[in-house]
């Protein structure tokens, strides 16, 4: 989806852009891809160049100080020097070491000693004084104690000498007889300033490459600084540094050291930068040469698009097809737009001609019929408003008849309920009777078991009786037993308990029967009242006997008269029943005839409805029409 930047170029922005960008972006991609191809080749160059120095004076101070030592070994054999030490006779030794240091330039002195750390030979007499009583200071040196013990060091270097007054390289080797014992130590002092007669050609040679900011650094084995081009305090940071390491191949003093060549970034990089801005130079020329060209071919195919633009403006604004395309352009897809365009205008002036005749013809028969439509629509609606004066009464009729039906409906239901109230009453009288019938007969049966209930009564009345004279007399014989225990004495006190707990139940049993009489004469009084209220209900019940009889009589009557309005009322309803059904025939085939007049009156309406439609379509089309001056 376009953004909204490109959304708001125009035409000829756009292709300016596209163009540019198609033009540009490759010719980027190459610069920078030459760029970077560039730049690993000039890192590979600087690398190349800076390993060469570092490899060129670690190899010349390698082989240096490997000859230097080998020729200190070689003078330590000498004979001379070994009668030095065994005589004490130091005329040939001093001149011999003389000798030496005028043929070897780059040593500052040579010093032959005795195993005790005593100076007694040296290239200058000057020299073996300053040695004098300094014996125990050179016992305690390390290049002493290495020497003595087969080695050579650098220890020492990176400070001044306080005998020579100047960096040197002590380059001490032990002296041996034929038969290896040490006899001494000689030492050849190395001038260190003379690294920098080694390093001066590597400097000229990156002066000569624009690298002034060349250095070359020895470090130590420890990693301390032993020579360095540069003089003072220095920062390292971002400089561009190749290192170069003494291997153990060629045994010297030097194993472990390493060369390092630095040079500045800006000062290496510099053709590169210089031809970086060679070829964005040239980059920014060929975009501008590519705009101005993108610019020119952009105005050619846009200038007839504005012609073209300029002339549909004008149609749409004012309606204006009289226009004449006056666009010279060339063969080309824009040529074949504008003869296209062209002949699309020619198109739309012979439509727009065409269009105002026929909306003049459409105009004048929409009229017509709008006028028929009006003439028909007034004659349905006097049709219309007459059937509905005619549906309203039919209503009403339908409503009446309704009304009827439903009473004559109300007036069946009523009778027939009548009927059946009037079976199920003479049913009810009868049941009653029956019913009545059975209650007397049961009143009489309970009337006769009352009575047997109070003989029942008198006779346990006569039981209690009994038992209360048998009681009585149990009470006596207890007493009569109690005495005759006491006369008894001891043997009579079992018998006596005897007799005092029958004693004791005789008088329960006495107390117990005249409870039972008591209850038996409420029982007898209860039952004498309830003989006599069944004796009035017996009575009762014969008098409701005799009256039900009577009205069943009267509801025999009544059922029959209402039997004969249930079927008067049926008759009525059959002939109320046909009526309303004719009255509905009459008014469904009114409200047919209502609805299909409806239905032509709304169907008269769309077509009004449409005429008016179609009559504002046609105004509309001839106000189009008359918008295009032809």
Same mark, same amino acid.
């Given at each position: 989806?376009?953004?909204?930047?490109?959304r708001s170029?125009?035409?000829?922005?756009?292709?300016?852009?596209?163009?540019?960008?198609?033009?540009c972006?490759?010719?980027?991609?190459? @610069?920078?891809?030459?760029?970077?191809?560039?730049?690993r080749?000039?890192?590979?160059q600087?690398?190349?160049?800076?390993?060469?120095?570092?490899?060129g004076?670690?190899?010349?101070?390698?082989?240096?100080?490997?000859?230097?030592?080998?020729?200190?070994?070689?003078?330590?054999?000498?004979?001379?020097?070994?009668g030095?030490?065994?005589?004490k006779?130091?005329?040939?030794s001093?001149?011999?070491?003389?000798?030496?240091?005028r043929?070897?330039l780059t040593l $500052?002195?040579?010093?032959?000693?005795?195993?005790d750390?005593?100076?007694?030979?040296?290239?200058?007499?000057?020299?073996?004084?300053?040695?004098?009583g300094?014996?125990?200071?050179?016992?305690a040196?390390?290049?002493?104690?290495?020497?003595?013990a087969?080695?050579?060091?650098?220890e020492?270097?990176?400070?001044?000498?306080p005998?020579?007054s100047?960096?040197?390289?002590?380059?001490?080797?032990p002296?041996l007889?034929?038969?290896?014992k040490?006899?001494?130590?000689?030492?050849?002092?190395f001038?260190?300033?003379q690294?920098?007669?080694?390093?001066?050609?590597?400097?000229t040679?990156a002066?000569?490459?624009?690298?002034?900011?060349?250095?070359?650094?020895?470090?130590?084995?420890?990693g301390?600084?032993?020579?360095?081009?540069?003089?003072?305090?220095?920062?390292? @940071?971002?400089?561009?540094?190749?290192?170069?390491?003494?291997?153990?191949d060629v045994?010297d003093?030097?194993?472990?050291?390493?060369v390092?060549a630095q040079?500045?970034?800006?000062e290496?990089y510099a053709?590169?930068?210089?031809?970086?801005?060679?070829?964005?130079?040239?980059?920014?020329?060929?975009?501008?040469?590519v705009?101005?060209?993108?610019?020119?071919?952009?105005?050619?195919?846009?200038?007839?698009?504005r012609?073209?633009?300029e002339?549909?403006?004008?149609?749409?604004?004012?309606?204006?097809?009289?226009q004449?395309?006056?666009v010279q352009?060339?063969?080309?897809?824009?040529?074949?737009?504008?003869?296209?365009?062209?002949q699309?205008?020619?198109?739309?002036?012979?439509?727009a001609?065409?269009?105002?005749?026929?909306?003049?013809v459409?105009?004048?028969?929409v009229?017509e019929?709008n006028?028929?439509?009006?003439?028909?629509?007034?004659?349905?609606?006097?049709?219309?408003?007459?059937?509905?004066?005619t549906q309203v009464?039919?209503?009403?009729?339908?409503?009446?008849?309704?009304?009827a039906?439903?009473?004559?409906?109300?007036?069946?239901?009523?009778?027939?309920r009548?009927?059946?109230?009037?079976?199920?009453?003479?049913?009810?009288?009868r049941?009653?009777?029956?019913?009545?019938q059975g209650?007397?007969e049961?009143?009489?049966?309970?009337?006769?078991?009352?009575?047997?209930?109070?003989?029942?009564?008198?006779?346990?009345?006569g039981?209690t009786?009994?038992v209360?004279?048998?009681?009585?007399?149990?009470n006596m014989?207890?007493?009569?037993?109690?005495i005759?225990?006491?006369?008894?004495g001891?043997?009579?006190?079992?018998?006596?308990?005897?007799?005092?707990?029958?004693? $004791?139940?005789?008088?329960?049993s006495?107390?117990?029967?005249?409870?039972?009489?008591d209850v038996?004469?409420?029982?007898?009084?209860?039952?004498?009242?309830?003989?006599?209220?069944?004796?009035q209900?017996?009575?009762?019940?014969?008098?409701?006997?005799?009256?039900?009889?009577?009205s069943?009589?009267h509801?025999?009557?009544?059922?029959?008269?209402v039997?004969?309005?249930?079927?008067?009322?049926?008759?009525?309803?059959?002939?109320?029943?046909?009526?309303?059904?004719?009255?509905a025939?009459?008014?469904s085939?009114?409200?047919?005839?209502?609805?299909?007049?409806?239905?032509?009156?709304?169907?008269?309406?769309?077509?009004?409805?449409?005429?008016?439609?179609?009559?504002?379509?046609a105004g509309?089309m001839e106000?189009?029409?008359r918008?295009?001056?032809?």
């Amino acid at each position: 989806m376009p953004s909204p930047f490109l959304r708001s170029l125009t035409l000829r922005g756009r292709l300016l852009l596209y163009m540019t960008l198609v033009s540009c972006v490759p010719l980027l991609a190459l @610069t920078g891809l030459q760029d970077s191809l560039m730049r690993r080749q000039t890192e590979a160059q600087i690398d190349s160049s800076l390993r060469m120095e570092a490899e060129g004076f670690k190899d010349l101070l390698e082989s240096t100080l490997a000859e230097r030592e080998a020729s200190a070994n070689s003078w330590a054999e000498d004979p001379v020097l070994r009668g030095a030490l065994r005589t004490k006779d130091l005329a040939a030794s001093d001149a011999m070491l003389a000798l030496l240091q005028r043929r070897y330039l780059t040593l $500052n002195g040579i010093v032959l000693f005795t195993d005790d750390g005593v100076a007694i030979s040296a290239s200058t007499p000057a020299l073996r004084d300053a040695y004098a009583g300094s014996a125990a200071q050179v016992r305690a040196s390390a290049w002493f104690r290495e020497a003595q013990a087969g080695r050579t060091t650098a220890e020492g270097v990176d400070v001044e000498d306080p005998i020579f007054s100047v960096h040197v390289l002590p380059l001490a080797v032990p002296v041996l007889d034929e038969g290896g014992k040490r006899l001494g130590v000689l030492l050849a002092a190395f001038d260190w300033g003379q690294l920098e007669e080694l390093v001066k050609p590597a400097l000229t040679r990156a002066q000569q490459r624009g690298h002034a900011s060349f250095s070359l650094e020895l470090l130590g084995a420890d990693g301390k600084t032993l020579f360095d081009t540069r003089k003072g305090a220095h920062d390292d @940071t971002g400089r561009v540094a190749v290192a170069a390491v003494n291997g153990t191949d060629v045994r010297d003093v030097g194993d472990g050291w390493k060369v390092l060549a630095q040079v500045d970034p800006a000062e290496a990089y510099a053709p590169l930068n210089q031809m970086r801005r060679l070829v964005l130079g040239l980059a920014a020329l060929f975009v501008a040469a590519v705009g101005l060209g993108s610019w020119v071919l952009a105005r050619g195919i846009t200038r007839p698009l504005r012609a073209l633009s300029e002339v549909v403006r004008r149609v749409v604004k004012e309606g204006d097809l009289t226009q004449v395309m006056q666009v010279q352009v060339g063969r080309d897809e824009v040529g074949e737009l504008t003869e296209a365009f062209a002949q699309m205008m020619k198109n739309l002036h012979e439509t727009a001609t065409s269009l105002h005749q026929g909306t003049r013809v459409l105009s004048e028969t929409v009229a017509e019929l709008n006028l028929a439509s009006e003439v028909q629509e007034r004659n349905v609606a006097r049709q219309a408003a007459a059937l509905q004066e005619t549906q309203v009464t039919a209503q009403e009729i339908k409503q009446t008849s309704l009304l009827a039906a439903e009473k004559a409906d109300t007036v069946m239901s009523v009778a027939a309920r009548a009927e059946e109230v009037g079976r199920a009453g003479e049913g009810a009288i009868r049941d009653s009777l029956d019913g009545f019938q059975g209650l007397h007969e049961q009143s009489g049966e309970m009337a006769m078991r009352i009575v047997q209930l109070n003989e029942r009564t008198q006779q346990i009345g006569g039981i209690t009786q009994t038992v209360k004279d048998l009681a009585d007399q149990s009470n006596m014989l207890a007493l009569n037993a109690a005495i005759e225990a006491v006369r008894s004495g001891e043997h009579g006190k079992g018998f006596s308990v005897v007799a005092r707990e029958i004693r $004791n139940l005789a008088d329960q049993s006495i107390q117990a029967t005249e409870k039972v009489r008591d209850v038996l004469g409420d029982l007898g009084h209860a039952i004498i009242s309830t003989a006599k209220m069944t004796e009035q209900s017996h009575a009762s019940v014969a008098e409701g006997l005799d009256q039900v009889r009577t009205s069943g009589e009267h509801l025999r009557e009544l059922a029959t008269i209402v039997q004969d309005n249930a079927a008067a009322a049926r008759q009525i309803a059959g002939a109320v029943s046909q009526q309303n059904a004719g009255i509905a025939q009459i008014f469904s085939a009114v409200t047919d005839l209502s609805s299909m007049m409806t239905e032509t009156q709304a169907s008269l309406k769309s077509t009004t409805g449409a005429a008016r439609r179609l009559q504002e379509v046609a105004g509309r089309m001839e106000g189009v029409a008359r918008a295009y001056r032809i």
